[in-house]
């Protein structure tokens, strides 16, 4: 739809969008003139349909008198910060990012919230912000208007935006915060050349690894699957990758308790292996005792729907690595 409030139905009587204007001038039309009437539009009928136009164009006008609205509240605790930082002031903030990450699901938005400078106030006040409720909605914010938006990736990288939000994935003491800022460092660097660039420039997969081995399952998971995704979809940085000691730290991940996001680690595990002479050599080194690990783990998930993907990687990383050794023989379970 084109208006995301709409669904509160609140002070909405006219239509949500250009169709449902057609709609309506289509259905008083035909009450008024029976079925046969294919007369030039009367006067007043174009009134009707030129004010329910301007009727929808100001729904739209109005999202960004709301957005300009939710930024006055945001940018006005520069001055009274120090005096008053009571909870009320906090929850207005909350409210307003809320209000902002829903319109921005709107591509338009999204562009004007920009144009309104509404990105570099994430980025300048919000994203360090000491209450963690405000940097976790900023970054949720500039993940929300960065997705499938390259001229808003831009600026943001231009504004410094990445190197701040892999800090904060790394290090912020509060575990909501580094996951969407996280979920905003993919938003920036998938399908974004340039961010790819500032990732690696800011040493993106080592924040990956170590998410990976942090205690927080949601940071864990995504980092894992952000590592897959980008080693799919750029196999030309494998060899940096590995050359990190890749190979060592996600069979170390491995080695922890089983869990769902296993399978985005062994995924990269296949990626690193593929047509990368020391990835495969890495895995193949003894000491790392990855072959024992791999048929143990076949067979426990070996049957059980919810790993099938799991037991594909598995099963296919045995066979890039292993098949055919020596070792093979007595090593087939059945």
Not at 213 to 240: C, G, M, V, W, Y
């Amino acid at each position: 739809g084109v208006n995301i409030m709409a669904q509160d139905g609140e002070g909405r009587r006219y239509p949500r969008n250009l169709q449902g204007v057609l709609q309506l001038a289509v259905e008083a039309g035909s009450a008024a003139e029976g079925p046969t009437a294919i007369e030039p539009m009367s006067d007043e009928r174009k009134t009707f349909l030129r004010e329910a136009l301007a009727e929808v164009c100001k729904g739209q006008m109005d999202e960004v008198e709301q957005m300009k609205q939710c930024l006055a509240i945001l940018r006005k605790d520069e001055t009274s910060e120090r005096e008053r930082e009571d909870d009320e002031d906090e929850d207005e903030r909350e409210s307003a990012f809320e209000m902002l990450s829903e319109f921005c699901e709107n591509l338009d938005n999204a562009r004007d919230l920009m144009i309104l400078g509404g990105l570099d106030l994430c980025v300048s006040q919000y994203l360090c912000h000491v209450q963690s409720g405000l940097r976790w909605r900023a970054a949720e914010l500039i993940a929300s208007c960065a997705q499938n938006m390259p001229q808003v990736q831009v600026h943001l990288l231009s504004i410094g935006a990445l190197p701040k939000l892999l800090q904060l994935t790394d290090s912020d003491p509060h575990p909501t915060v580094r996951v969407k800022a996280l979920y905003a460092v993919s938003c920036l660097v998938r399908e974004q050349d340039a961010g790819l660039q500032a990732f690696l420039s800011h040493d993106g997969f080592s924040v990956l690894m170590r998410g990976m081995q942090s205690e927080n399952e949601k940071l864990r998971t995504k980092s894992a699957f952000l590592l897959l995704n980008l080693l799919t979809s750029h196999p030309e940085q494998k060899d940096i990758v590995v050359s990190m000691g890749m190979v060592q730290q996600l069979v170390s991940v491995l080695r922890t308790p089983h869990s769902p996001f296993h399978e985005h680690v062994l995924g990269a595990l296949c990626c690193l292996v593929d047509q990368c002479p020391q990835g495969l050599k890495d895995c193949r080194d003894p000491s790392l005792g990855l072959e024992e690990l791999l048929r143990v783990r076949s067979r426990e998930i070996q049957g059980k729907e919810e790993c099938q993907e799991e037991l594909d990687f598995c099963e296919h990383l045995r066979g890039m690595c292993f098949r055919g050794r020596p070792s093979d023989e007595n090593g087939m379970d059945r």
